[in-house]
């Protein structure tokens, strides 16, 4: 591997006022800056309680079900002759995805605030869901906005959402998907931010957003790491994961930072082609720094400069902005951001499910496809890590269909 030989060092990310390099900030009107300090000090407070640390190291092992175990890919990667991939299982986690790590943290942290509402959007649903669930198990009441297009095409998760117990809002402006569900929670939040608390979905917003949500899914690369370490004696030659608005990635990506010789590799919804206009997602290999709910960052924008619209397969992956720390690590060379279509997402989704019996997410498969297209390329010593960061189960019935099976 002609991998860089000189440590990274990188100093510890955000800044006091929450920017990665250029990117992050709080680019929200006064009264929100309060709400969003008031969020950051309680989060710092928290995080230095013992008792917290310990209620939420308890809810991972008990409730979620951590450590979520490595998986070598044998049959996956002998038939691709070339590196071994393997899969961090997230999809085993309770709820079915990462989602669940960073809820938990967030639900507990409005509890500790006093808040009387959680409001949330969901995209894949697979936030709502995990939202909803840690919302119950902590005892605090849920809003969750959700677009009508989402609503329709991930029925399942809706309906766990009402069993569950939380309201859901139908939003049907604009494209009615992700962005618009976001800007529709957005403004019932702004009716009361003092009682309620806006629970975002990754690693975007504003500051401490982007660091918490960070946080609390970092325990994914930190087990990853050691996990990789005590079975192989060596680290991962590339460490990869999907790309949506980044949680599931800075999660894994984290604890290898500094580890020079462990490439990192983020990979984003190529849709119908990255030549097309509106039919991909791939904001960092298409998109430009700009400024995007609440945060700076790399966004996708139309020819009038108002964000692009966007496709994916995978509705958790279709947002046109990304996180900051992403689009810093992006400028700073640490992290490479390729890109995988539609096509390529559906063909390993349905070889995973056949070759290795694991159904992923369509977003999981986006990096799974990234690892595919590169295992023949690379030496059979080498050794792929791969975030999968949810289970299929959601986007059965899609699939069938428009494979017609
Ligand atoms: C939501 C979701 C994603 C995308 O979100 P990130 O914040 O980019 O991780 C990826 N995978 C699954 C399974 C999801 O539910």
Known sequence: MNAPSQPVQF???PDEQGFFGPYGGQLVPPHLKQAMDDIAVAYAQITQRQDFQDELAQLFADYVGRPSPIFHAKRLSGLLGGAHIHLKREDLNHTG???????????????????????????????????????ALVGIPCEIHMGQVDIEKEHPNVTKMRILGCKLVPVTRGAATLKEAVDSAFDEYLTNPTDYIYAIGSVVGPHPF???????QSIVGREAREQFLAKHGKLPDYVTACVGGGSNAMGMF????????????????????????????????????????????YVLEDADGAPAAVHSIASGLDYPGVGPQHSYLKDLGRVRYETANDQETLHAFMQLSRVEGIIPALESAHAVAWAMRVAPTLPKDANILVNLSGRGDKDADYVAHKLGL
């Open 97 to 135: 995805a990462h989602k669940i790590n960073h809820c938990l943290g967030e639900a507990l942290l409005a509890k500790f605030m006093g808040k009387k509402k959680v409001i949330a959007e969901t995209g894949a649903g697979q936030h709502g869901v995990a939202l909803a669930t840690a919302c």
């Open 210 to 216: 982007p660091m918490m949500v960070r946080d609390f």
């Open 11 to 13: 100093a510890p990310m």
């Open 254 to 297: 984290t604890a290898f930072l500094n580890d020079a010789s462990v490439q990192l590799v983020g990979v984003e919804p190529g849709g119908e082609g990255i030549d097309q206009p509106g039919r991909h997602a791939a904001t960092m290999t298409m998109g430009k720094p700009g400024a995007l709910h609440g945060m700076k960052c």
